[in-house]
C-alpha cells in the first residue's frame, strides 16, 4: 500500500516475501567497471602492447567479476523460486510472521512482525494510516495505566 506522508514522501508499507533482500550493483559500479575507462591514446609500440595486454587483464578480470555475479544471481533468483512457497505456506498456517515494512525508496523506516494473513492485512492499514498522519507507528508506545495494572495482576486462574 503506497501513502503520501505529510511532508509529501511517498512511503511504500508492504510485506517482506523473502528473509533476505536483493542485492544489485548500482549503475555506479557498472560505470566504474569499465575496462576502457583508463586507457589513454599513445603513438609508441611499447605503450600500445602494454594498453593492449593491460585492457585485456582487465576485460578478464571484470569479466570473470561480472560472470560470478552472474552465478550468483542466478543462485538467489533458484533459492527465491524454491523457498518462497514453503514460506507462503508456513506463514499463511500461522507458523512463522510476517514481516511488515514500511519503505521510503530504498530505505526501510520500520518493520513490524505479526502472524497471520489477516492481522498483517490490520497492521499494515494501521500503519499507512499513521504514516499518512504524522504520526511514527514504530515509536515505543505507553501503556495506559489501566493497561499497566492489567498487565501486573498475577494470573490466578488454573485450568
Not at 508499507?13 to 528473509?19: D, E, L, Y
Not at 576502457?36 to 600500445?48: C, K, P
Not at 497471520?116 to 499513521?130: F, K, N, P, T, V
Amino acid at each position: 500500500m503506497q501513502v503520501t506522508a505529510l511532508d509529501g514522501r511517498s512511503i511504500e508499507v508492504g510485506r517482506r516475501w523473502v528473509p533476505w533482500r536483493w542485492r544489485l550493483p548500482g549503475l555506479a559500479a557498472l560505470r566504474a567497471a569499465n575496462p576502457l575507462a583508463g586507457t589513454t591514446r599513445s603513438r609508441d609500440v611499447e605503450a600500445v602492447v602494454f594498453d593492449v595486454v593491460l585492457g585485456t587483464i582487465r576485460g578478464l578480470v571484470i569479466g570473470g567479476s561480472v560472470l560470478v555475479g552472474v552465478v550468483l544471481l542466478a543462485v538467489q533468483a533458484l533459492l527465491l523460486v524454491l523457498v518462497v512457497p514453503v514460506l507462503a505456506v508456513l506463514r499463511l498456517v500461522r507458523v512463522l510472521p510476517w514481516v511488515v515494512e514500511a519503505r521510503h525508496g530504498s530505505s526501510i523506516l520500520g518493520a513490524a512482525k505479526v502472524r497471520g494473513w489477516r492481522d498483517s492485512e490490520e497492521l499494515i492499514r494501521q500503519i499507512a494510516a499513521d504514516l499518512q498522519f504524522g504520526r511514527d507507528p514504530f515509536a515505543p508506545r505507553q501503556a495506559s495505566a489501566a493497561q499497566a495494572s492489567s498487565l501486573a495482576q498475577p494470573i490466578t486462574r488454573s485450568w
